[in-house]
């Protein structure tokens, strides 16, 4: 679980990123979530973002790549969230060095 302080530092950062991924009328599938859980794995950071045409809520959302993942929603944004994981590969950990020493 992230503390408050990081949880600051990663909405800040995600502030200036634009929407990789978004959730249509297809839904949510494991597919999709290994797609996401692979982007994860380089950027430590994405968001995310719902259609207008997605049959799932945010909430919704936010369940399930919680409840079938380790990815932690960091903020929800009217149809928008923000995802972290810390990448596995120390290539990949830019993020997660800063956000563990808070």
Do not use: C
Request: charge should be neutral; proline fraction near 1%.
């Amino acid at each position: 679980m992230l503390r408050g302080k990081q949880k600051r530092y990663l909405r800040a950062h995600a502030h200036v990123m634009h929407p990789l991924f978004s959730v249509g009328k297809n839904g949510l599938t494991q597919a999709w979530l290994d797609q996401l859980t692979g982007a994860l794995e380089n950027r430590e950071l994405i968001k995310i973002n719902l259609q207008q045409s997605a049959d799932v809520s945010v909430d919704e959302t936010k369940a399930f790549i919680e409840d079938n993942t380790d990815i932690q929603v960091v903020q929800t944004i009217g149809r928008v969230l923000v995802l972290y994981r810390v990448a596995t590969d120390e290539e990949n950990q830019k993020i997660s060095a800063v956000v563990e020493n808070m």
